[in-house]
């Protein structure tokens, strides 16, 4: 794992994150996990494909995403329905869509999944790729950014 395809993941969500609260998010104790997993309730799954492939989760508390949605939609939200999960799946579009933008103009050909939102603790997601995980601490909560990616060998095309 290079820290060059974990660093437009924080960045991004550091932008992200403050348009949306007016403040400057803190960074807190970074850590390996040796599999890709959360343990916050609301997790948005967002996936990497291309030369460089895998996973960011981005997890966080019931009572955070609740916060992140009212912001999002305007207006305050009391559990996560539709629109409100609508939303926290947007913030993880947002930070994933400009985290792949960096990773395109360092010269990476990658593309994301769109992102899925799970509600639940330990979730353990099966992959081969340790996981980077970066608290992002805001006014409305913490954010864990979970990124596990690797660099994907070229294929070799087959002549015909």
Do not use: C, W
């Not at 460089?52 to 949605?69: C, F, P, Q, R």
């Amino acid at each position: 794992m290079k820290v060059e395809f974990i660093e437009p993941f924080v960045s991004a969500a550091f932008s992200v994150l403050e348009t949306l609260t007016g403040e400057r998010p803190t960074r807190g104790q970074i850590a390996l996990r040796t599999s890709t997993f959360t343990t916050q309730q609301v997790t948005i799954v967002a996936g990497v494909n291309g030369n460089v492939e895998g996973v960011a989760l981005y997890g966080m508390s019931m009572v955070t995403s609740e916060k992140i949605a009212s912001v999002m939609i305007g207006s305050p939200v009391a559990g996560l329905d539709d629109m409100a999960l609508s939303a926290i799946s947007e913030l993880g579009n947002m930070v994933t869509g400009n985290a792949i933008t960096s990773l395109s103009r360092n010269g990476y050909d990658v593309d994301i999944t769109p992102p899925s939102v799970i509600k639940g603790t330990h979730v353990e997601m099966s992959t081969r790729i340790p996981a980077l995980v970066v608290p992002v601490i805001t006014n409305v909560g913490a954010i864990e950014v979970n990124v596990a990616l690797a660099e994907i060998a070229a294929k070799k095309e087959v002549a015909a």
